[in-house]
Every structure is written in structure tokens, then in C-alpha cells.
């Protein structure tokens, strides 16, 4: 009798084991599925908004802040004539010094960027040409004059700091008539003395160090390097 018993009841905690075990497998199955659908669905999520940024958008780089000014125009005028132009939306937010062209069609979008490049290239170049007449400096490297140019669009203190550079070249040059000594070098120093200010947001260091490295490069005279 207690043989009897005892292989009932090693038979029923086997089934009642087995169900258990079987029942385990099956919530483990059904949530480990759940749970893998999740995470392949957040995994193409990412990958998805990831590629869908970088086949519809570009980020275009500034050379200042001030630039979305001039960019968006009179009442958003020039902005939305760059759009008709391209056929791109072009985003203007709160990301520094850096807008955004928008659209599906990629040739459209680097066309716009070509577009806005050179728009900006050609008033960095005219703005450095017109400093540069306006002191009656002449022979000077073309990327000095462009370098000069860019600091059209960046401000000290409050003041534009290529219009500094301008005005300092002629008081320079009226002091040094004033001393009866050649003005040409007064005059060349002053017009380049922030001319390092030009690129300390890609160089780390003083702008007068950065400036007066930029001058030897560009091989002006050791005074004016000084």
C-alpha cells in the first residue's frame, strides 16, 4: 500500500512538475518574444530616424551668428527667394552659428549648400577687397584679404570688428604723418591686428599669437608680424 502511495504521488508531483516547467517555457517564450519585438522595433526606430535625418537634411556651418540676419533678409525676404530659388526649405533655429537645408531630393539639397556657400564666400571676399581700398593697403595675400572679410561678421565690445580694423588703420596712419614717419607699416599693423580673431573659433590660443602667425604665413613684414 505505501508502494501504491508513494508512486501516485511521485506521478502526480512529475505531471504537476512537467505542467510548470511547461508553462515556464511558455511565459519565458511569449516574453522573450514580446521583448525581442521591442527591442528590434527600438533598434530600427533609431537607425530609421538616423537615416532619414541624414537622406532629407544638411547642416550648413556659419561663419558668425550674425550671418541668419542677412540670410533671412528684410521681413524673411531673402529666405524665402533662396527657396523658391532651390526648391529647399532652409531651417533657421537656435543651433549656433549653423543653419539647416531640408529636402527629399539630395542634387537639390547640395545645390542649395553650394548656393549659400558661395553667396557667403563672395561678400567674406568683397567685404575683405573693400577694407583693404578703403585703406589703400595694396599687395596682400589673397587669403589675408579673405580672412578679413570673415571679420565682417564677428563683433567685440559691441563693434563690428572689421569696421575696428579699418578705423584703426587710418588713425594709425594719421598719428604716424603726425610723428613725420612713413605710415605704410602703422597703417598695415593695425589694419591685421585682429585679423586672428578670424579663426579663434577653429584655433585654440591668443588672438594676437594666432594673428601675428597667420601674418608670418602669409608672409608680411617682421614689424607688422611684431
Known amino acids: 500500500a505505501q508502494e501504491a502511495v508513494r508512486t501516485q504521488v511521485v506521478d502526480a508531483a512529475k505531471r504537476d512538475g512537467m505542467a510548470t516547467v511547461r508553462e515556464i517555457e511558455q511565459r519565458a517564450r511569449e516574453e522573450g518574444e514580446e521583448r525581442a519585438r521591442k527591442i528590434v522595433t527600438i533598434a530600427i526606430q ?64 547640395e545645390i542649395a549648400r553650394l548656393t549659400l556657400e558661395k553667396e557667403i564666400d563672395e561678400q567674406i571676399k568683397r567685404a575683405g577687397e573693400e577694407a583693404v581700398l578703403d585703406t589703400g593697403i595694396t599687395d596682400m595675400h589673397p587669403e589675408m584679404i579673405r580672412l578679413l572679410g570673415r571679420l565682417q561678421f564677428r563683433t567685440s565690445y559691441g563693434q563690428n570688428v572689421l569696421k575696428h580694423l579699418v578705423e584703426s588703420a587710418h588713425i594709425a596712419s594719421a598719428i604716424a604723418s603726425e610723428l613725420g614717419i612713413d605710415p605704410t607699416i602703422p597703417k598695415r599693423g593695425a589694419l591685421l591686428h585682429d585679423i586672428g580673431k578670424a579663426v579663434t573659433h577653429e584655433v585654440e590660443g591668443s588672438h594676437a599669437i594666432i594673428g601675428a602667425e597667420i601674418a608670418r604665413r602669409m608672409k608680411e613684414a617682421p614689424e607688422v608680424v611684431h
Open 46 to 109: 533609431r537607425v530609421a530616424s538616423e537615416q532619414t535625418s541624414e537622406s532629407t537634411v544638411s547642416v550648413f556651418s556659419l561663419p558668425s551668428e550674425d550671418m541668419k540676419g542677412r540670410i533671412i533678409g528684410r521681413e524673411g525676404r531673402n529666405i524665402r527667394a533662396f527657396e523658391a530659388a532651390t526648391g529647399v526649405n532652409l531651417i533657421i533655429d537656435d543651433t549656433p552659428e549653423a543653419v539647416v537645408l531640408s529636402s527629399f531630393d539630395p542634387v537639390r539639397r
